[in-house]
């Protein structure tokens, strides 16, 4: 009885071996291979080297509207973004006592010419006695003199209530450029100094300028191309060039000016994202044809001997056009690719 179990174990165990035995293997899927058109060879390209750089959207110039006099802002007729032009008046500064003292002048401008008028009638009656021998030739120069001394005084008095006046004018603050008004916080009512800033203006055509460190600023020339986000810029622009390089430099950094086309000039001082060219390297630049992107990681198909396809996840950046990518790591000089959208 205890021999019958045991029996039956091995007899289920060889069934089984059997049964394994007689199972076929399921064939491997074939490989995909490449068409013969299309493929690319890996190679080395010489590309620009480019370095980030940070860059402002700003005027060539900014102009700053001052006080000429001391005295108390008694108008303001600007404010920020408004668009001035060149010579209009966009401001007051009133001192009470220049009223006072062109006053002044005015009475001794008064006296003056009192003076001169009687020094004018006692030289017509000098002269006319003089003619018939009245007076001697010595009374009719000293009436002379003094009359030129009256005419004098008036002319002087003329002068000084003319300055006074002038002063007086000069309390109008104009725009000293035609653009845009970026900054006018002085409140009206507000006592104001000579030199005083009451509102700044741009001036000039727009520029982007960029900053590089001195070391690399070396390589810096009139008319290199510089890269722009151009989604920084609402799209207008892309790309620029130098058009000028400042000679000093300011804690390490040199200056440069580049000129783009269609800048916006809505948000002067925005922040703008720029690539500088610093010299040349070689690189992995294929086209964007040849790379396939899923779930944000980017393949390329590389073909072997045999033709078949494999996938290889890569490493890329943009390129310098639209259609090319740069790759970074991934590949090697030498693999052999196929059209991402190639396979059969």
Known sequence: MTARPYLISVLGA??????????????????KTAPAAGRLTVSAQTVADLKPVPATLTTRDMAEARARISGTLVAL??????????GQLIGRV??????????????????????????????????DLFSYGVYAQARLDQVEAQA????????????QRGAS?????????????????????????????????VAR?????????????????????????????????????????????YPSITGGQVTADVTAPNLPGDLIGQRVRAAVKIGERQAIVIPRRYVATRFGVDYARLVDAR???????????????SDTVEVLSGLRLGDVLTPAEAAR
């Open 148 to 159: 030129k001394a009256a005419n004098a005084n008036l002319a002087a008095a003329r002068a």
């Open 77 to 86: 007729t600007i404010k920020e973004g408004d668009i001035v032009r060149q």
């Open 165 to 197: 006046a002038e002063l007086g004018a000069q309390g109008a603050i104009l725009a000293p450029a035609s653009g845009r008004v970026l900054v006018a916080d002085v409140p009206v009512g507000s006592v104001v100094m000579p030199g005083q800033s």
């Open 94 to 127: 009133k001192d009470d006592r220049l009223g006072l003292q062109t006053g002044a002048f005015d009475a001794q401008v008064a006296a003056a010419a009192a003076e001169a008028a009687r020094a004018q009638a006692d030289l017509a009656r000098t002269r």
């Open 307 to 321: 033709g078949a396809i494999s996938e290889s996840p890569i490493q890329t950046r943009a390129g310098a056009t």
């Open 14 to 31: 060889a069934l089984l071996l059997s049964a394994c035995g007689e199972s076929k293997e399921t064939p491997a899927p074939a490989a």
């Open 201 to 245: 203006i741009t001036s000039g055509p727009l520029v982007v300028r960029i900053e590089l460190p001195e070391g690399q600023a070396r390589t810096l020339k009139i008319g290199d191309t510089v890269d722009l986000a151009a989604e920084d810029l609402h799209g207008l622009a892309a790309r620029g060039s130098i058009t000028q390089i």
